[in-house]
């Protein structure tokens, strides 16, 4: 009988941020987030289709929430929003600096960029 695991998806998209941010791109793989999540391997791919759709499926996730915290920043005051704007990218970037600075992704993604824009 199949074992039933709330959340799975949930999971493996928070341990992949964490594992990206503590030991970077080429560190992180399918089988490190499975293991860590205490799941086969054959699991994640039922979610992700590759570890590159790992992390563009929970970066797309954070942007999501980039936006609406983004077009929360209502005033009348264009400086005010302005800096609402600002502040949210900053979140954004921050949250993901890690991967933004990582060599080996930087070298993965600009081979794939081509490809993947459109769900970026």
Not at 16 to 41: D, F, H, M, P, W
Not at 61 to 76: A, F, Q, V
């Amino acid at each position: 009988m199949p074992k039933i695991i709330p959340n799975i998806r949930e999971q493996l998209l928070n341990e992949a941020r964490k594992q990206i941010s503590e030991q970077g791109y080429a560190n992180t793989t399918i089988r490190s987030v499975a293991n860590a999540c205490g799941l086969g391997v054959g699991t994640v791919y039922n979610y992700f289709k590759s570890k590159d759709m790992l992390i563009a499926t929970f970066m797309l996730e954070d942007w999501r929430e980039c936006l609406k915290e983004m077009k929360s920043h209502s005033s009348t005051e264009v400086e005010v929003v302005l800096k609402g704007i600002y502040v949210s990218l900053l979140s954004f970037m921050q949250k993901h600096q890690a991967l933004f600075s990582d060599i080996d992704a930087a070298k993965v993604f600009a081979t794939v960029f081509s490809e993947r824009h459109k769900q970026l």
